[in-house]
Nanobody
Framework: QLQLVESGGGLVQPGGSLRLSCTAS????????IGWFRQAPGKEREGVSC???????KYTDSVKDRFTISRDNAKNTVYLHMSSLKPDDTAVYYC??????????????????????WGQGTQVTVSS
């Protein structure tokens, strides 16, 4: 089973930036599609972005042009760089993964049921 650990969350002012990391153990990340999801208090979990093993990337409309997903397979890590942060971005952010397959795991909208392995989440708070 792929084990995922998120890090990099914290408190940031509106307009600021954060970089989240999702580090895997147990298996090499190179053959996995990885997605980022978030859940704000009282709201449903929302898919944010995903990256395929072939480094194709997808974003939900609300974060397009502000968030960038990338991967470093040598470090077994996927990153989510978030800029121009807004209070509405406040949430617990989770990364999730599953082996690259067909039909594709990484799609828009992200479908959380396609991801088998999940991290524990990291809190992002955007507030002045």
């Amino acid at each position: 089973q792929l084990q995922l650990v998120e890090s990099g969350g914290g408190l940031v002012q509106p307009g600021g930036s954060l970089r989240l990391s999702c580090t895997a153990s147990g298996f090499t990340l190179a053959t996995y599609d990885i997605g980022w999801f978030r859940q704000a208090p009282g709201k449903e979990r929302e898919g944010v972005s995903c990256i395929t093993s072939g480094i194709a990337t997808k974003y939900t409309d609300s974060v397009k042009d502000r968030f960038t997903i990338s991967r470093d397979n040598a470090k077994n890590t996927v990153y989510l760089h978030m800029s121009s942060l807004k209070p509405d971005d406040t949430a617990v952010y989770y990364c999730a993964g599953d082996r690259t397959s067909f039909p594709p795991v990484c799609t828009i909208p992200l479908r959380d049921w396609r991801y088998n392995d999940w991290g524990q989440g990291t809190q992002v708070t955007v507030s002045s």
